[in-house]
């Protein structure tokens, strides 16, 4: 059933789980459990449509990096979440995303890829995005024409495009349905009553936009509000632990981790019937679109000591949207010029070598691609969010995020796109030549650099509690019955976007908490539905 | 919790540095290019007739100089190698035929193991700007 909570008489609430948050995490844990016979009760701060009002509670302040995408507007604070709005790239982290790097401090997950595999296999079908394949190499047709790259240096991979699946309009009847679960709209959660010692959690307490309240009591939570929000309400929490729930260790709302996305560089292709124009663009295969990848192989990160990255072919044209710090060669080359007379003698001298080679003089033309990087971000216990001093419509306090880009990750940007300037050289493809903010050997970035928006990271997951906010169940450390769903628990992102990973987890934790309930349960909480008929759905 | 330090020296170096240019001129030197030893710089003018090998690989031998000169001027990005690899590459230049496939061979190594320069963004083999280079510093007629 789904519910307008402020139109429920019943201001006390119980269940045997109560979710928070019903974007993706939420909804595919609440689906997950749909027939189970466990009382599940969904808060949702928003309604079934975006309202204005409630997006004002995802106001912040931004200190540091910042980019197009500001705090209010790079989610969406309503049923369904940020699937509301999101494109629909998905790909599953690498084995080496989830394992200890030495050379990246603070990476490594306390569960491997191997563990979560069988949760990503079954995350693909709630996507709509076909068989659990993320090599070009499944797509034989496809591989056979593409350039034969040294495998030690860089491998294919695919992005699966969802539809985009919007979570809120597509599973919206499977929860109506569900004779076990209620949605509660308008439920804005505040923060969470602890006992004394803030070792378990006793309830949610909800407020209104109107200045209604409630509490929801329930013998598991799961936090399930986004990769800040998550962060954010534990802070609030904190009336029994000061510095914030499951914050013992200053660890809530550090290690704020994104991608990037940037152009880096051009390419003069040596023609436009070669290879790599099949990395270019999208392609269809039994109704899902894909997209190509370039990336590292586990040994050019080690040996290069790089984070991990994308690189993504495509044409120098208009419509790109990428096209700002290449844009003057772009336009150049559409007009059949070079950028500058250097482009021109070095085009001269790759040419009459490739003569030479040859036996036969000719003059190439350059034919313009670019290359779009997607970088990860390293985790850094200063990249945070922060209570700020300003307070929201329900006097919560709002969030200032402080973060920064670092030399790791330009390093890694002008590595990738070394890389791959090196491949195309040798396979006598084409050179590559960087884009002039990756020649200094300084901290500048482009104004055009674009991160997510895929926050994460800021309750990432850890066995040591001095190193992480939840353990590898998503329980926050130090309280027992206190999950979190979603990229906030991502110890270190990859290159890939969340949400694949955010629903794999998510269906992970129902399995977790299914097993967990099967455990005898001293005080039976049955679910009870407010005496009005408010129901929406 | 202090933010961990980047290692630097894994940043590629941005410098083409003095001593690799000296490599360069002395391994001319050596070859026969110049008269002086090894670093000692001015190459005469009777080497006029050594360059015309290294000038015969490229048409447009304008281009191939400022490029060499863009090298020269510090533009370069990367590390110059050791005056052996300079005399190893252009050994060969009276070779004929031969050459040229031990050039393309050299350019692919080079490739394959990283060997590059950076050249005002262009990821360039070494031997590529190894020859602009000495093409920019021979003296014409
Ligand atoms: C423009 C854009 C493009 C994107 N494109 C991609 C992409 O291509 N691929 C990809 O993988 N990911 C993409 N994402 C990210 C993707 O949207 C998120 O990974 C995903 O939505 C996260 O799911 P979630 O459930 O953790 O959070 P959300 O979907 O954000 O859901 C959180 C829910 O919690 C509710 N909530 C918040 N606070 C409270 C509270 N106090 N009380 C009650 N409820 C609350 C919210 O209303 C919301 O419904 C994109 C995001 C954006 C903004």
């Given amino acids: ?537 | 919790m202090g933010r961990a330090m980047f290692n630097a020296s894994h940043a590629p170096d941005f410098a083409l540095r003095r001593a690799s240019i000296k490599a360069i001129a002395g391994a001319l030197c050596l070859l026969g290019f110049g008269r002086n030893s090894v670093g000692a710089a001015p190459i005469g003018s009777g080497d006029a007739r050594l360059r015309a090998p290294i000038a015969a690989l490229f048409r447009d031998e304008a281009a191939a100089c400022a490029v060499g000169r863009r090298c020269l001027a510090g533009l370069a990005v990367g590390e110059y190698g050791a005056l052996e690899r300079t005399r190893v590459l252009l050994a060969p230049i009276t070779g004929g035929a031969q050459f040229r496939e031990r050039l393309a061979r050299q350019r692919r190594r080079e490739f394959a193991r990283g060997d590059t320069a950076i050249v005002n963004g262009w990821v360039l083999a070494r031997s590529e700007t190894d020859l602009c280079v000495a093409l920019a510093l021979l003296p014409r007629d």
Wanted: aromatic share 8%; charged share 25%; net charge neutral.
């Fill in chain 1, 1 to 537: 059933m789904i519910i307008d909570f402020r139109q429920a008489d019943r201001k006390e609430i119980d269940a045997t789980l109560c979710i928070v948050g019903a974007g993706a995490a939420g909804i595919t844990l609440g689906r997950a459990l749909a027939g189970s016979g466990i009382p599940v009760c969904i808060l949702e701060s928003g309604g079934l449509e975006y309202d204005e009002r409630i997006q004002e509670l995802y106001d912040g302040k931004d200190a540091g990096f910042h980019d197009i995408y500001d705090l209010k507007n790079s989610r969406l604070r309503y049923f369904g979440g940020s699937t509301n709005h999101w494109v629909g790239h998905c790909a599953p982290a690498t084995d080496l995303d989830f394992a200890p790097r030495p050379w990246v401090p603070y990476s490594g997950w306390p569960l491997t890829k191997a563990e979560l595999d069988p949760y990503y296999e079954a995350a693909q079908h709630l996507l709509e995005i076909g068989a659990y394949r993320y090599a070009l190499s499944d797509f034989p047709d496809r591989y056979a024409k593409i350039p034969p790259f040294d495998p030690n240096k860089i491998v294919t991979r695919v992005w699966r495009l969802s539809p985009p699946t919007r979570f809120g309009a597509k599973y919206r009847d499977d929860l109506a349905r569900a004779d076990n679960v209620r949605v509660y709209l308008h439920a804005n959660v505040v923060d969470f009553d602890t006992d004394a010692d803030a070792k378990r959690v006793t309830a949610a307490r909800l407020h209104t936009l109107d200045g209604e309240r409630a509490r929801v009591r329930a013998k598991y939570f799961v936090l399930a509000c986004g990769g800040i929000e998550n962060a954010r309400l534990l802070l609030l929490s904190n009336r029994h632990a000061p510095r914030g729930l499951g914050n013992a260790h200053d660890v809530v709302g550090r290690y704020y981790i994104d991608q990037l996305r940037v152009e880096n560089a051009a390419v003069a292709a040596v023609d436009n019937e070669q290879p790599l124009a099949m990395l270019e663009g999208d392609f269809h295969r039994d109704g899902v679109r894909f997209s190509s990848l370039l990336c590292p192989s586990e040994q050019a990160q080690r040996e290069r000591q790089t984070l991990n990255w994308a690189v993504e072919v495509s044409r120098l044209t208009d419509m790109h949207p990428w096209a700002v710090a290449l844009r003057n060669v772009r336009d150049a080359w559409r007009e059949g010029k070079w950028p500058d007379d250097f482009g021109k003698q070095v085009w001269a001298v790759i040419s009459d070598l490739d003569g030479v080679a040859t036996g036969m003089y000719r003059r190439l033309q350059p034919w313009p691609l670019s290359l779009l990087a997607r970088c990860e971000v390293a985790p850094d216990p200063e990249n945070r969010v922060v209570l700020s001093g300003e307070r929201d419509a329900l006097g919560q306090n709002k969030i200032e995020r402080r973060w920064r880009l670092g030399p790791r990750e330009k390093h890694t940007i002008r590595t990738a796109t070394r890389i791959i300037g090196e491949e195309l050289g040798r396979l006598g493809l084409g050179r590559v030549k960087l884009a002039d903010w990756l020649l200094a050997d300084d901290n500048r970035w482009p104004a055009d650099v674009i991160a997510g928006p895929h926050h994460s990271g800021t309750t990432r997951m850890a066995s040591d509690p001095r190193r992480g906010v939840v353990d590898a169940t998503c329980r926050v450390h130090g309280v027992e019955n206190l999950y979190v769903a979603g990229s906030s628990v991502f110890p270190a992102g990859g290159y890939t976007h969340p949400t694949l990973t955010v629903v794999a987890l998510a269906l992970r934790l129902a399995d977790h908490l299914r097993h967990r309930l099967e455990e005898p349960i001293t005080i039976k909480t049955p679910l009870r539905s407010p005496t009005s008929s408010a129901g929406v759905s």
